[in-house]
């Protein structure tokens, strides 16, 4: 109900209500900044949207007003901005994808008020602040003597254009998460689905054709191997240039729990895997291949992006995660696919960047 209320007034009205639920948990938060309390209700929304990801974090952070470009728009404008990450007129977002929204916020929340521990920084740059022209970086990598370049992408990754393979992080059962999450995996499914005039979702392909894979190799009841991947179509990401998609399955579920577990090595499997499977697919081989030509048509798979896979609920941490695919990539014998790399915060970005080429990236202002 709180965060409702600071949706319609924003965060320049915070002096304007009474917010007792939220400031209850600003006080128990270290390293918030001592001052008035609608400072403090900021912070604190800044630091609870920065656990989430994807377009969702875009959305929350368009829906209360916590770009610098939003923090006096109106309520409308807001929505409408918000909705357009989801592709969804104003009413249908406020009617459902509005609401789910303000609860992960609201999760988010809850859960700082219960570590007592801060998530991350109490203010996280949001990605708007960065210029386009700064959302692309090349990187010089070199490991065990094979030099590789990477392109290094700072933006969403359904906002990807003219990569042939995009690889989707996945568990070991190869289910796709809701459309409304803020993963990778949701984001790509949501991007790649078809819908009609009024923004409803008429074809979900890539949970159809991944649903398919699994049918075909007997894994609809039981996980495959970690490192395994699964190729599908690109649904209407096709528009964007974007031919197939590759489901990594690295993230293993712990027992009792909604955590997953995640591997390096089997990072570094699946991003062999992936390769080969181009390889396969442009030639043409096998069943696989011939699904691959008949989808993308008869021109070779010439690039592919990885996001940065299992430093999200697999647990890792952005420079281990960098590392281990960075080791794979420049190990594997293929030096005729343009890599690239997409991660949507900057603080990630810089993780890649040490990891792979021992250096942080060079962005005006120091480091953001």
């Known amino acids: 109900m709180e965060l409702r209320a600071v949706r319609r007034v924003g965060v320049v009205g915070l002096d304007e209500a009474q917010f007792p639920l939220l400031t209850s948990v600003t006080v128990a938060q270290p390293g918030l900044a ?14 609870a949207v920065s656990g989430l990801d994807g377009d969702l974090y875009a959305a929350a952070t368009l829906t209360l007003g916590l770009t610098p470009d939003l923090r006096d728009a109106p309520p ?46 109490a203010v996280r740059e949001p990605e708007a602040a960065l210029p386009p022209r700064l959302r692309q970086h090349v990187l010089h990598c070199r490991d065990q003597g094979r030099p590789l370049d990477v392109t290094l992408h700072i933006r ?43 923004g ?3 074809e979900d392909p890539l949970y159809d054709e991944l649903r398919a894979w699994r049918e075909r190799y007997g894994a609809i009841r039981r996980p495959v191997h970690p490192g395994t991947v699964a190729a599908t179509g690109s649904g209407a990401l096709i528009a ?29 499997t699946a991003a062999r895997r992936v390769l080969d499977l181009m390889a396969e697919e442009s030639a043409g081989s096998g069943e696989e291949g011939e699904a691959g030509r008949s989808a993308s048509g008869v021109r070779p798979l010439r ?6 896979i299992g430093a ?18 420049c190990a594997h014998p293929r030096r005729d696919v343009a890599v690239h790399l997409v991660t949507r915060r900057i603080s990630v970005a810089h993780s890649i960047a040490e990891a792979l080429t021992g250096d942080r990236l060079r962005l005006p202002g120091g480091s953001l």
């Open 34 to 47: 001592p001052g008035p309390v609608p400072l403090a209700v900021e912070q604190l929304l800044l630091r």
């Open 312 to 329: 999200g609920r697999g647990g890792l941490p952005p420079a281990a995660a960098a590392s281990a695919l960075g080791a794979a990539l």
């Open 76 to 121: 409308y404008e807001r929505r409408r901005r918000a909705a357009e990450v989801y592709r969804l007129s104003n009413e249908r977002f406020r009617k459902k994808q509005e609401i789910e929204v303000l609860k992960q916020v609201a999760q988010q929340i809850c859960r700082l008020a219960a570590s007592k521990e801060p998530a991350g920084p």
């Open 200 to 202: 409803d979702v008429v």
């Open 240 to 268: 964007r240039g974007i031919r197939r998609i590759y489901h990594a399955a690295v993230a293993v579920p712990r027992a009792g729990t909604n955590d997953y577990g995640v591997q390096a090595q089997d990072i570094a």
């Open 156 to 198: 969403s990754v359904a906002e990807l254009t003219g990569v042939d393979v995009v690889v989707s992080p996945s568990n070991v059962h190869l289910e796709l998460p809701p459309m409304h999450k803020g993963s990778v995996a949701a984001a790509l499914r949501r991007a790649a689905a078809r819908r009609d005039a009024a």
């Open 303 to 308: 690039s592919v992006c990885f996001p940065l």
